[in-house]
């Protein structure tokens, strides 16, 4: 975790010197060479109630996930996409790095790792989440972590958009189906906590 912890963004280098980059459709996550552009930036947000937890957001304003879709039918590993849940307590977007060490793997609720994969296409430069099998890719859910400056006027900005979209979402919750916004500060239930249970 103390790779994260001091730095507001990074840089993740895969086994195979290859970066993890969002790429511009909003969609798509796979791996690419060049580490010079934002696209290979991920803003490091911790999460609440638990210190050994992040989020990792996209220049795009967008979360790595980990879905339940298989990348390939009848194949293990499942596709890591960019997303914007409703709920920013959705555990696919929740990552736990565990250090091995001078890099790092990062895991899923599920038990499974971000894993870059090799090879023909299709598995060359995509990324899943996935356990390694076979000693032969144990390597591939490796990261090398690169801590990476954060222009000050685009913090403003990424925090601003934050907040709007919370704005988005709560009127979507509570003003739209009842006719009238609702004041959020003022007529909502304090929150339930809820503890979550990693899966070791």
Known sequence: MEFFSKTKA????????????????????RQSRNGGNKKARWLVEPVDGDANVIR????????LTASNKPFLIGMTGNKVLQTRPDNLRDMSIEWR??????????????????????GTPP??????????????????????????????DEEVADHLSM??????????LFGSE??????????????????KVWFL
């Open 10 to 29: 990074v840089k993740l280098r895969s086994h195979h010197n290859k970066y993890l980059v969002a790429d511009g459709d909003q969609v798509t996550v």
């Open 56 to 63: 990792l957001k996209s220049f795009h304003g967008l979360y």
């Open 178 to 195: 009842i006719g009238s916004p609702v004041s959020v500060k003022s007529n909502l239930s304090p929150m339930v906590s809820i503890k």
């Open 97 to 118: 790095p565990e250090r091995d060490g001078f890099q790092v793997k990062l895991m899923t609720f599920g038990g499974t790792f971000l894993r870059a994969n090799g």
């Open 123 to 152: 598995w060359r430069n995509s990324v899943t989440h996935d356990n390694p099998e076979v000693t032969s890719t144990r390597n591939w859910v490796l990261w090398g972590v690169e801590a990476v400056d954060v222009p000050e």
């Open 163 to 172: 907040v709007s979209s919370f704005s988005s979402v709560s009127d979507d």
